[in-house]
Nanobody, 114 residues
């Protein structure tokens, strides 16, 4: 069974870049025909889809994040990543990675604060 695990800093300062990684086990991110997603949930808010990278390496973004987000992958390590630039306190959230929105990591809390 596929498992996903997010990792990254718990605290980021405003204007900096948030970098998160999702490590996948139990299946290859290149052979499993799903989208590998990043989603977040801000305090008191619903889930917000940020973007995905397909098994073929194509990338799609929520227009709300198009200018600040960069999704990439490291196929040799079976990981995919999210960089979010110019963060503000409004980017404080729990960030999740997901395979096909069916399998999810446990999430990582990120706080943006000086």
């Amino acid at each position: 069974q596929v498992q996903l695990q997010e990792s990254g800093p718990g605290l980021v300062k405003p204007s900096q870049t948030l970098s998160l990684t999702c490590t996948v086990s139990g299946g290859s991110i290149t052979s499993m025909k799903y989208g590998w997603n990043w989603i977040r949930q801000s305090p008191g808010q619903g889930l917000e889809w940020m973007g995905l990278i397909t098994f073929e390496g194509r990338i799609y973004y929520n227009p709300s994040f198009q200018s600040r987000a960069n999704i990439s992958r490291d196929t040799s390590r079976n990981k995919f990543s999210l960089d979010l630039t110019s963060v503000t306190p409004e980017d404080t959230a729990v960030y999740f990675c997901s395979r096909g929105l069916l399998y999810w990591g446990q999430g990582v809390q990120v706080t943006v604060s000086s």
